[in-house]
């Protein structure tokens, strides 16, 4: 992977209206963000980005097949800004919206301090959002 140049506001502008995707990690805190162009171009890549290549599934003729894509990865604490972007200004791409959602409404429960200790499965220390009230467990 290699490593890229400093942010600017435009670039997290244009990562906004990029597909977004989570991947996942033990612990998960270790997870990431990658986020896409559906036409393959390549995204623009800010500080502390890594570029890489990316296999998704896309529809095609009327179905769907798996593509490889450049995408731009980003920990969790530097996407949070571009997601949030996408869902608050409204030219986001909606992958990049729901993610944004679900960042915030993970930010809203923290703020209410609705976390509990516990393991991950690989017994790393991590939270998790608990106890929730019904309304709560809508939105999630």
Do not use: I, K, N
Request: net charge neutral.
């Amino acid at each position: 992977m290699q490593r890229t140049s400093p942010a600017t506001p435009s670039d997290f502008s244009e990562l906004a209206r990029c597909c977004a995707v989570f991947l996942p990690a033990d612990p998960a805190r270790s997870g990431r963000v990658a986020f896409w162009r559906p036409d393959g171009s390549a995204p623009p890549a800010p500080a502390r980005a890594s570029v890489t290549e990316l296999t998704v599934v896309v529809a095609r003729d009327g179905g769907v097949a798996p593509v490889t894509v450049p995408a731009v990865v980003l920990p969790l604490r530097s996407a949070l800004p571009v997601l949030t972007h996408a869902r608050a200004d409204g030219p986001g791409h909606r992958a990049a919206a729901f993610w944004g959602a679900a960042a915030l409404l993970g930010l809203h429960f923290t703020a209410r301090g609705l976390l509990l200790p516990g393991l991950s499965a690989t017994d790393h220390d991590a939270w998790r959002a608990a106890p929730l009230l019904g309304e709560d467990a809508e939105r999630v």
